[in-house]
């Protein structure tokens, strides 16, 4: 007989593990409580048009990176493209434009940074020789923290043909970002920290004073290893995942949220509105608690929420405003420091993409580009409060974040539509206020990473708030992780 395995949460994590074990001959049933799948890397239907739920940019997908691996191995193609100038960040007194082409990215902090130019490239030069070795380690597989034999993955033969990149890892393991800014002179350059803190905050959580080097270095080059457009949006990542376990004989149950689960001797017994099913194993990627251990959200650290906004633009804001400047497929805008209402409300960029619309059954829409728009704000602060409050913030916050990107953007007269959403709309909808996973400090990263395993017999813990982090890509990984330490236990 098949060995039964429930996974609570369609996000891409409990996707990706799902798909893994489906392959390996398990029969998998995913509950999810949204109407469709992919978390907050996944699609939500308004007006006749298919909007992003979170995340907008995918990495990992260039030949041979670390999600393309995965789905060639579950035999998924995945139509993407890759971003040449994926993003622009816009400080006060200057904008610094990411490109794909090493060439052009260390132009460009020439061109960006002329202060301190020489101290800049330096301190790239060794954030990228960091960033190899911490791909390298990613790339074996290794799971941290190590339970089991079979979280090393290839690292012991790793380390062996690779001990000076281990003794650099080791060097700089307890390291923050600041540390090596420390080393070239750069902690009071104001411009290249605020790019840097920039960046950190979507990409890690937390800024330059907190955020742990090693992982850190990976997400600030990983730009130049590819960051891609999935083609019809990220959510198609979700979506693909879904249809493979279908095939492979799977259940994916949307709208079934999961309300209840026991031990009952060895097995769980997972209890929705419709069912009540026994599993041998369960996988939780909810990011929520169903009990004591059965998810980090128990955990005492702090973790974002965002609030959002998504606007459908007409296509000839591309042409008519920007004179043939050249669009970035995202932004990150930081907010003039008399916007008070965003470092109160809401804290960071606002972040900003622009891509091509779809309707519903996935179909461009030719004249539309849809733009999205997210800033992190704590959750508490959206909590309990009276509707009247509630309406007033939410206008407020949105009416400041439309301020700063029409500073940069002039869209307003091309906006033909726009909604906001909080994270009580995020948790009505995917359960939790806080998306985003824990900050990447030096102790969630490196002391204490978050297990796929957990204390509980035949129980694992997936998604953004296990190992290796936030993410699309870190996700799907702690996914993989979770279905070889299933398969490898459960032999
Ligand atoms: C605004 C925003 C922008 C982002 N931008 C990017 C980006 O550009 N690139 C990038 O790589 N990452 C980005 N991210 C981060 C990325 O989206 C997440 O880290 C990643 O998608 C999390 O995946 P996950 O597997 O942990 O699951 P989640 O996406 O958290 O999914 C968990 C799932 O569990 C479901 N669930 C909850 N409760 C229950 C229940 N009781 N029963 C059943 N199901 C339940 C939820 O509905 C949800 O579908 C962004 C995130 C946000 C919020």
Redesign the pocket.
């Known amino acids: 007989m098949k060995k039964t395995v429930g996974i609570?949460?369609?996000?891409?994590?409990?996707l990706m593990a799902g798909a893994f074990l489906a392959k390996e001959g398990w029969q998998v049933t995913v509950?999810?409580?949204?109407v469709t799948v992919?978390?907050?890397?996944?699609t939500y239907a308004r007006k006749n048009r298919r909007f992003p739920t979170?995340?907008?940019?995918?990495?990992g997908l260039e030949d041979r990176g670390l999600l393309d691996t995965l789905f060639q191995q579950l035999d998924i193609r995945i139509s993407s493209d890759v971003l040449d100038h994926p993003m622009d960040v816009i400080l006060e007194d200057r904008t610094i434009s990411l490109y794909r082409e090493p060439s052009l990215w260390k132009a460009e902090l020439v061109r960006a940074f002329p202060e301190r130019s020489d101290d800049v490239l330096d301190f790239w030069h060794e954030l990228e020789q960091l960033s190899e070795a911490v791909f390298g380690v990613t790339a074996t597989g290794v799971s941290l923290p190590i339970r089991r034999m079979v979280d090393l993955g290839k690292l012991p033969r790793h380390a062996v043909s690779h001990p000076g990149s281990m003794v650099r890892l080791a060097r700089n393991s307890l390291r923050t970002v600041e540390d090596l800014l420390r080393v070239h002179h750069l902690e009071t350059y104001e411009p290249f920290r605020q790019f840097l803190d920039a960046q950190l905050l979507d990409a890690a959580q937390i800024d330059c004073t907190k955020a742990a080097l090693l992982p850190s270095s990976l997400a600030l080059t990983i730009y130049r290893r590819g960051s891609f457009y999935v083609d019809k949006g990220i959510g198609q990542l979700s979506e693909a995942l879904a249809e493979r376990i279908k095939e492979l004989g799977g259940d994916v149950r949307t709208a079934?949220?999961?309300e209840i689960l026991i031990l009952e001797e060895k097995k769980w017994r997972i209890v929705t509105k419709r069912r009540s099913e026994l599993f041998d194993t369960v996988i939780n990627?909810?990011?929520?608690s169903f009990g004591e251990g059965t998810s980090h959200a128990e955990a005492e650290d702090f973790s974002w929420g965002?609030f959002?906004i998504d606007a459908l633009l007409k296509e000839t804001f591309r042409h008519s405003v920007l004179d043939g400047r050249p669009l970035p497929f995202a932004a990150q805008i930081v907010p003039d420091k008399k916007q008070t209402v965003l470092y109160t409300d809401g804290h960071g960029p606002v972040y900003v993409t622009f891509q091509p619309a779809y309707n519903r059954k996935n179909e461009r829409i030719e004249d539309e580009l849809m733009m999205t728009c997210?800033i992190h704000t704590q959750s508490e602060q959206w909590k309990s409060l009276s509707q009247e409050t509630y309406l007033q913030k939410k206008k407020r916050v949105k009416e400041a974040m439309f301020e700063e990107i029409q500073r940069v953007f002039p869209v307003q007269k091309y906006i033909s539509s726009s909604e906001a959403g909080t994270p009580v709309t995020y948790e009505k909808?995917?359960?939790?206020t806080e998306?985003?996973?824990f900050p990447l400090t030096v102790r969630n990263a490196i002391l204490k990473p978050k297990s796929v395993h957990s204390s509980l017999s035949n129980f694992y813990i997936?998604?953004?708030q296990s190992f290796p982090g936030?993410?699309?890509?870190s996700?799907a990984l702690s996914g993989y992780h979770a279905a070889r330490a299933i398969m490898k236990d459960r032999k």
């Open positions: 609570i949460g369609a996000g891409i994590g409990g509950y999810e409580k949204a992919g978390g907050s890397a996944g979170g995340a907008t940019i995918a990495f079934s949220p999961v990627n909810s990011g929520v965002a959002r997210s909808y995917l359960g939790k998306v985003g996973g997936v998604g953004e936030p993410g699309t890509l996700s």
